[in-house]
């Protein structure tokens, strides 16, 4: 088995919810759930932010001309059932049901079409960048599955390939670091190098924000993602080293 991981990044205009992120620079959407079939597309996505933002990212997964990711800039005629789960004041829920016609397509589709069946799809949204990471066979065409992708998003999206590696039980395992979204490791990176987590502080988070020419908050957002996600991956290595130990 490999793990493919690659971006899109959408141009102002060409997706409501990629819109929405970039307007709401402290919200971000991860995938619960993704399915596809020939015909259909279902999955329930995870969205963090303020209550403004929520309220917005509810508004564009209703709006008519989004269709759960179709890739088809003009109304392509399907019909897309939108459902929210949860809502809170910063967390929204949401199921989407989408039955694909003649002229749609989204990467799930064009990843059926040409890596096959068996397919398990992650995503996280923030800002307009877009990632997807797909679990697959080790024989499926990336390339062509990668090339046909290209095609089908045009112009108004730009597509970056991250990595491709293999799934290997007995492969020591990629750097958290390695697994967070550019911004974080950008924001990361900066905060050590400028002394933000040394004690006495050398910076502080405002002037670290002006340094790098982004709101206050959307640092403090980035650095609290990164925080978090390595943390958890800390914890579960820790707790996979233990389960490794005591079955010795």
Request: proline residues 4%.
């Amino acid at each position: 088995m490999r793990e493919f991981v690659f971006a899109l990044e959408y141009e102002p205009g060409t997706n409501p919810v990629a819109d929405v992120l970039a307007a709401y620079p402290d919200a971000s959407i991860r995938s619960l759930s993704c399915h596809v079939t020939a015909d259909s597309l279902w999955r329930v996505d995870h969205a963090e932010g303020s209550a403004e933002a929520l309220e917005a990212l509810e508004d564009a997964y209703k709006n008519a001309d989004f269709f759960a990711d179709c890739l088809v800039k003009d109304d392509c005629g399907a019909d897309c059932e939108v459902q929210v789960l949860d809502r809170s004041n910063d967390t929204l829920v949401v199921y989407t049901y989408w039955d694909r016609t003649d002229v749609c397509t989204s990467v799930p589709h064009v990843a059926l079409e040409y890596l096959g069946e068996g397919l398990l799809f992650e995503t996280y949204r923030e800002g307009r960048r877009y990632r997807w990471r797909i679990v697959l066979g080790s024989d499926a065409p990336i390339h062509e599955f990668f090339d046909a992708l290209g095609d089908e998003v045009g112009e108004c999206t730009g597509i970056e390939m991250l990595r491709l590696t293999e799934l290997d039980p007995d492969r020591a395992p990629l750097e958290p670091e390695q697994d967070l979204p550019v911004e974080q490791r950008e924001a990361l990176r900066a905060a050590v190098e400028h002394g933000y987590y040394e004690t006495p502080r050398r910076i502080e988070l405002g002037e670290l924000a002006e340094q790098l020419e982004i709101p206050r908050s959307t640092l403090s957002y980035r650095l609290r993602r990164a925080e978090s996600s390595l943390a958890t991956n800390f914890v579960e290595a820790d707790d996979s080293l233990e389960t490794l130990a005591a079955g010795l």
